[in-house]
């Protein structure tokens, strides 16, 4: 059996930081009320050279690193972003040539906060598909482009950022001892798009809009559907919490990870959180989360891993896999 296992990671972040303390001269807040209901202290913000691309490229170059390999060494590239360079291209297409790559494809995934877990199931398709050997998967955004800095309830909560992996497809003999994807799982429910939304597009406003979200509402799906999405990924493997050795989830609010944690039994020391550190960064949120716990040292060779994301529209979904 073909497994698509994660041979090398990488992160870029902007070199602006900006704490909550510079928030209370924007808008009502302050960084205790932040703190309290989110669990973030700073976030990143790109400079007007720092780019959903630059930035993607940049994690690119630093996973491929990590794996040793190189541009040339790539078959595909996917992309997870929200916050695209322009309309059309793709912006992994200019990633690619940023890289170099004058073969192979590219592609955006479009799956908002959802996005990398979305990619990582993609890749992994292409992968055992056969006939393609490496993907490169990023997660690029640069949600301060699209925040409404007058709205206390969304302009704290985001940053930028992009974290990648270098997927490569190799033996497995079909059993959970294989290192690579093990099971993944995706839902979306679009009745549910009012809830968290950008106010703007081509084909309505002709502009590029602002994030809307209804933050009680979400908080109050999303520990529910992060649960029935992990329990899925936990059947198909089969598969119990006290198993897994990681848990990467999406780094949108303290409360909700620790919240799906506990329901589902995953004891808190096996949690990765970097929402304090970066803020929600969207779909760059897991990779980030990932190369920060693998930059500590934390996951290893053989570890078992399990990501979740979920974001606007409603998306949502899972992926366990053997480091």
């Given at each position: 059996m073909i497994r698509s296992a994660v041979v090398g990671?990488?992160?870029?972040?902007?070199?602006?930081?900006?704490?909550?303390?510079?928030?209370?001269?924007?808008?009502?807040?302050?960084?205790?009320w932040i703190v309290q209901r989110t669990g973030i202290r700073q976030r990143y913000i790109a400079g007007a050279d720092e780019t959903t691309a630059s930035l993607g490229e940049a994690a690119a170059r630093d996973a491929l690193a990590n794996a040793g390999l190189g541009?040339?060494?790539?078959?595909?590239?996917?992309?997870?972003?929200?916050?695209?360079?322009?309309?059309?291209?793709?912006?992994?297409?200019?990633?690619?040539?940023?890289?170099?790559?004058?073969?192979?494809?590219?592609?955006?995934?479009?799956?908002?906060?959802?996005?990398?877990?979305y990619a990582i199931s993609?890749?992994?398709?292409?992968l055992r598909g056969g006939g393609l050997r490496r993907a490169l998967v990023i997660g690029s955004e640069t949600f301060?482009?699209?925040?409404d800095w007058t709205d206390r309830t969304t302009c704290v909560l985001f940053g930028d950022g992009a974290?990648?992996?270098?997927?490569?497809a190799i033996e497995g003999s079909g059993t959970m001892e294989d290192r690579g994807v093990l099971a993944s799982a995706l839902r979306s429910d679009g009745s549910q798009k009012d809830k968290l939304y950008v106010d703007g597009g081509p084909s309505t406003t002709g502009t590029v809009g602002h994030l809307r979200m209804q933050g009680?509402?979400?908080?109050?799906?999303?520990?529910?559907?992060?649960?029935d999405v992990i329990e899925d990924v936990f059947r198909k493997a089969d598969i119990t919490a006290e198993e897994i050795?990681?848990?990467?989830?999406?780094?949108?609010?303290?409360r909700i990870i620790?919240?799906?944690?506990?329901?589902?039994?995953?004891?808190?020391?096996?949690v990765v959180v970097t929402v304090d550190l970066h803020g929600n960064t969207s779909a760059a949120s897991v990779p980030l989360a990932l190369a920060h716990a693998t930059g500590q040292g934390k996951i290893k060779r053989g570890d078992l891993v399990l990501l979740e994301a979920m974001g606007g529209g409603f998306t949502w979904g899972a992926v366990l896999l053997r480091w």
């Open positions: 990671v990488g992160s870029a972040l902007p070199r602006r930081v900006m704490t909550n303390k510079e928030f209370e001269s924007l808008v009502d807040t302050s960084d205790e541009p040339a060494d790539i078959d595909f590239i996917v992309l997870a972003t929200s916050t695209p360079n322009n309309t059309f291209p793709a912006t992994a297409v200019e990633i690619q040539n940023r890289l170099g790559m004058a073969h192979g494809f590219a592609f955006d995934m479009q799956a908002v906060c959802s996005g990398f877990v993609t890749a992994d398709a292409y301060s482009r699209i925040l974290g990648a992996v270098v997927l490569e009680r509402e979400v908080f109050k799906h999303a520990v529910g559907m992060i649960t050795d990681w848990f990467v989830p999406h780094q949108a609010n303290k620790d919240a799906s944690a506990r329901k589902l039994g995953i004891a808190e020391e096996k």
